[in-house]
C-alpha cells in the first residue's frame, strides 16, 4: 500500500481528523507533483543545454576552420619582394649614370602616364632619396615618402589582381559573415518566440493561482454540510494539490519538457472533474446553495474560468506560432543545434471547451 493510500484509508476509517487528513493528503500529493515535474524539467534542460553547447561547438568548429585557412592564405612570401629589390638595384645603378634631376624629371614624365607600376614608384623615391642626400631638402625627403606609399598601394593591388586565392578569401569572410549574421537572426527569433511562450504562461499561472486559491474556500464551505463526503473532499484536495505542485516546479516559467504539459494538462482535467462533482453534491443541500458564501463564490469561480478559457486560448497561439517555427526550414536546423523543442499546448479535457459551469 502506498503512502497515499494509506492516508487516504486513515482518513475513511475515521483515524484522521476530516481537516488534518486532507491536509495532510495535500502536503503530500504537492510534494510528489512538484518532484516529479521538477525531475522531468532538469532533466528536459539538461538535455536542451548538452543539445546547445553542440551547437555552439560546431559554430566555434567553422570558425576556426576559417581562420586557419585565412590565416594559411595571408602568409607573406619573400619572393616578390626579392624580386623587386633586385629590380631597384639595377635601376638604381642606371640611375648614377645621369644626371639626378634628369633621372627625376624623365621617371615624373613617365609616371604620368596610368601604365606606371609599383617598380618605377621605388625607383622615383630612391632618386628623391638620394637627391635628399646631396641637396638636404626637406621637400624631397616629403616627396619621396609620398612616392613610396604610393608604390606600396600599388603594390598590394597588383598582389589582389594577381592572387585569385585573396579573392576567395574574402569571398568566404563575406558568406561567412552573412551566415553568421543570418544564424543569429533565426537564433533571436526563437529565443523571442520563447519569450513569449514565458510571459503569455504567466497569465495562465495567475488565473490557475486564482481558482486554487478559491478551491479550500469552497471546501471549507461544503464540509460543514456534508462532512460525511470524503472521497468528494478527498478529490478536489488531491486535484488541488497536483496542480499547486506542477506550478512550483516550473518557477513561473512555461513547462518545456512535453510531458510535464501531459501532466498540466492531466491535473486541469481532475480538477474540472472535482468541481462539477463537488456541485452535483452540493445540489442535495438546498440551504447550502442558498447561503451568502456560495453566491460569493460563484461570482468568484464563475469569472475564473472565464479567465483561464481566453488565457489558454492565448498561450496556445503563442505556442502555436513558436512550434511553427520549429518545423520550417531553416529555423528548424537553428532550433536542432541550439536544443529548442515542440512545447506541449494547454489543452482542455475532450468536451470541456467551454468553462466549468457553477451554478449553487
Not at 123 to 149: H, I, M, P, T
Amino acid at each position: 500500500m502506498s503512502e497515499r493510500e494509506a492516508i487516504e484509508q486513515m482518513i475513511r476509517e475515521g483515524r484522521l481528523g476530516a481537516d488534518e487528513g486532507l491536509k495532510l493528503l495535500e502536503a503530500f500529493e504537492v510534494a510528489q507533483a512538484r518532484d516529479s515535474a521538477l525531475r522531468e524539467e532538469l532533466r528536459h534542460r539538461r538535455r536542451k543545454q548538452a543539445t546547445g553547447w553542440m551547437g555552439w561547438m560546431m559554430s566555434l568548429l567553422l570558425v576556426g576552420i576559417v581562420c586557419g585557412w585565412i590565416g594559411a592564405k595571408t602568409t607573406p612570401t619573400d619572393s616578390h619582394t626579392a624580386a623587386t629589390s633586385g629590380s631597384l638595384a639595377q635601376q638604381m645603378q642606371d640611375l648614377l649614370g645621369e644626371d639626378i634631376n634628369q633621372a627625376i624629371a624623365r621617371m615624373e614624365h613617365v609616371l604620368r602616364s596610368p601604365s606606371g607600376i609599383a617598380a618605377d614608384y621605388y625607383s622615383l623615391g630612391f632618386a628623391y632619396q638620394l637627391r635628399y642626400q646631396v641637396s638636404k631638402d626637406e621637400a624631397d625627403q616629403k616627396r619621396s615618402a609620398q612616392v613610396w606609399a604610393r608604390a606600396q598601394q600599388l603594390e598590394r593591388r597588383t598582389a589582389m589582381k594577381g592572387n585569385p586565392a585573396l579573392f576567395g578569401l574574402l569571398f568566404v569572410i563575406v558568406i561567412g559573415t552573412a551566415v553568421i549574421l543570418w544564424i543569429m537572426a533565426l537564433y533571436n527569433g526563437l529565443a523571442k518566440a520563447d519569450e513569449r511562450i514565458n510571459e503569455r504562461w504567466a497569465q495562465v499561472e495567475a488565473v490557475l493561482q486564482r481558482r486554487l486559491d478559491l478551491i479550500p474556500q469552497l471546501v471549507e464551505t461544503v464540509k460543514g454540510y456534508a462532512v460525511h463526503e470524503r472521497e468528494t473532499l478527498t478529490a478536489i484536495t488531491q486535484a488541488r494539490a497536483k496542480t499547486l505542485g506542477i506550478l512550483q516546479a516550473t518557477g513561473g516559467q512555461a513547462p518545456e519538457s512535453a510531458k510535464t504539459m501531459i501532466q498540466v494538462n492531466e491535473a486541469q482535467q481532475e480538477m474540472s472533474h472535482a468541481i462539477s462533482r463537488l456541485l452535483a453534491l452540493v445540489e442535495q443541500y438546498p440551504d447550502l446553495k442558498a447561503g451568502t458564501n456560495f453566491l460569493t463564490l460563484q461570482d468568484q469561480l464563475e469569472g475564473t474560468e472565464n479567465r483561464i478559457s481566453v488565457e489558454r486560448q492565448r498561450y496556445n497561439e503563442v505556442v502555436r506560432a513558436y512550434n511553427a517555427k520549429l518545423r520550417v526550414f531553416p529555423s528548424n536546423a537553428v532550433a536542432g543545434w541550439f536544443g529548442y523543442e515542440p512545447r506541449g499546448y494547454f489543452e482542455s479535457k475532450a468536451g470541456a471547451e467551454e468553462p466549468v459551469p457553477v451554478k449553487f
